[in-house]
Structure formats: C-alpha cells, structure tokens
C-alpha cells in the first residue's frame, strides 16, 4: 500500500490527510479493507446486503448497486470506510437544517457511491463513482473528530453522497463524536431497512431527508427506487427515536412540482409526522441527465410554501433561491425568529430552550448554542 499527503482547501482552511492508494501487490485483497455490516452469506460465495431495501446479492468480486459494499472471497466489505472524497466546512443551514444550531458550522464529508439513482443528483461525479474512480484520502473515525474540533464545529455531517451506504464508519465516527461532545447529523435520502435503521440512527443526533417526490412513479422512473421505504424511515424517525429532523423536497418542473401533489405531502406529512416537522422546498438546477430541463421558477416555490402554510405546517422554508423564505416565523406571534439571506444567518431570536423570545411560544428544534467543550486543537 502506497501513501501521499493531500492537502484540501476548505474555506481558507487546510487539512491535510493521507491518500490511500491499494498496490496490487498487497499481502491479500482485503489489505485495509474493511468488514461490513448488515449482511449474510448465501450460496454460490454470494453475499446478501440487507442495509438498505435493494437487497442486492452480490456475486465474488462485485459491487452492490451503491458501487462501495463489495464481496470478495465471499465476505462484504465496506469500500468507503476512511476513506472520504469529500471533506468541508459548510454552514449547519446548507444541509438544509434551520432548526438545529442555527448559524453554526458543520465539518462535513462524503464518499463514493449511492443506493439511489436519481436523474437529477448534483453530487454526480462522487455519487456515481466508484471508490477506485474518486481521490479520496485516508481519515480514521478519530481523524474526522479531531479536524472537526481542530476547525472548531459543534457538530459534523455525513453528506453529498448516501450515508447509509458507509453506515459502518457513520457508526464509528458517531462514537467518537459523541464522547469528544460534537453532535452528528445524517442527510439522507432514508433508503434503509428497519434492521440497519436503529443500529445507525441510535448514534444521529439530526437528519435532513429528502423525500424527493409524492408519487410511486417519480421514484421508480427518476430514482430507480421506491417511495414507501422512505416513508417508513420518516415514520420510525418521528415515533421511534429522539433524533431532531427536517424535510426536503425538491421541485422539478412538471416531474414532481404540481399542487395537488404538494397537497397530498404535506398531508401525509400532518398526518404521519404533525405539524412542527420544517419542510424545506427547494429550486432545482439542470444537472447530470436532466440538463433539459428548466430550473424551479422561485414563484413554483412561494406556491408551495403557502399551500403548505394553509395546511398547517408551522415551519416551511424555501432553499436555493434568494428570498425571505428562508426566515424562521414564530408561529403564535408571526415575528421573524430567524433571519437569513441564502444560507447566512443575521439574527437568531430563539431561546436556548426553545421560546421565542417575543411571545414565548415553543418552537420545536435544538436551539443550545455550542459548548466550551468544542475547541481548537492544534
């Protein structure tokens, strides 16, 4: 196995990690590798992957549809354990999250792969790579913990590609991160069977999930998955845990953006979750295969967001466009609670309890500002 230092820049910053390049030449093919989990084996040195609902069983020497849980002499392993191709620091309201930490920094990173396939990914060239098609570099679960105090974030964020399919190092850094006092967060895209979910999200502070549509057909045809999976995680998240979390829904004109269908989630979304779940709608770019078509007209989203309003959801907000859709509203007093412009935030006035500090209504979400415990190490 050869190493070489990386450098990357993030922000102005500089962290500089290993990079891991395999030799062909390594004692055996599992060499730095690193066992997976939530799996088991089948005939013909077959492995079964039951992390996620694609149940894909993998032949010797394969790759499940995520590209980084491979077989190899029979046994999985995790291709993407410490071995991130995305590091930076970006603000905790880029993931989008608008009611945790507000105006706080969140050291975040992906690696290859997905167990989705949507048409539309602004991720692509990571999401869809391979791990051997990516430069990626070494950083072990204490690794990720020390950068991340090093930069001085409360918290640190599994991101850009699908967490749930590096699940095993989402675990291990989760660990660490919780006794050095940060916090952690998953942005997801909720593809995950009940038998991964609680070993995974017992260690997840908060999550962002996207559902990315309101129709069996927009998932099957522009996801290549299914719908009601990541309507049982949402369920399971809300009843079943403690963990703090939003929605994202991302509009794509005339794929998923029509009224009646806005209408039906933000129904489920009363029904199945209540009220004071945030829900983010967000502009869509041409991207990947979907470059034909239009970006989100910001009128597409205003709609949305006062249908949602008229239903009775309290906390909706509009992402990726330039507008006031982004404010925390108190939703007793109707005073601006929050103010931001894009992804900066300018005033917070929420109680560290929770309270608007105008009227003293509750506002759901974890609002204690980081602690002395996260400081800089040199």
Known sequence: MRTRRLTIRILGLKIELKVVRMNAAASTPTSGLHVARWWEEIPDKKTHCYLCPRHCRIGEGQTGFCFIRKNIGGALYNLGYARPAAVQIDPIEKKPLNHFMPGTRVFSMGTAGCNM?????????????????????????????????????????????EPTIWAEYVVDISKAAHQAGLKTVMVTN????????????RHIDAANVDLKAFTEKFYARTT???????????????????????????????????????????GWVLENLGDDVPLHFTAFHPDFKLRDQPPTPPETLHRAR???????????YE??????????????????????WWHEVSDVRISEDGRCQFCGAHIAGYFRRPGADVSRHD
Not at 224 to 249: A, C, G, I, M, Y
């Open 117 to 161: 396939g949507c048409f539309f990914c602004q991720n692509w060239d990571i999401s869809k790579s391979k791990s051997d098609q990516v430069r990626s570099a070494h950083l072990d679960p204490e690794g990720v913990v020390s950068e991340a105090r090093r930069y001085q974030c409360p918290s640190l964020a599994f991101t850009y590609n």
């Open 190 to 201: 909720g593809y995950i069977t009940r038998e991964a979910f609680f070993d995974v999200y």
């Open 224 to 266: 290549l998955t299914h719908l009601q999976p990541v309507l049982d995680t949402l369920k399971w998240l809300r009843h079943e845990t403690s963990v703090w979390f939003e929605l994202t829904n991302l509009m794509i004109p005339t794929l998923n953006d029509g009224e009646d269908e806005t209408r039906q989630l933000c």
């Open 306 to 316: 006062k249908i949602a309003f008229d239903m009775g959801l309290k906390f909706v």
């Open 319 to 340: 992402g990726n466009i330039y507008s006031d859709g982004g404010n925390t509203i108190c939703p007793v007093c109707k005073r601006t609670l929050v103010k931001r």
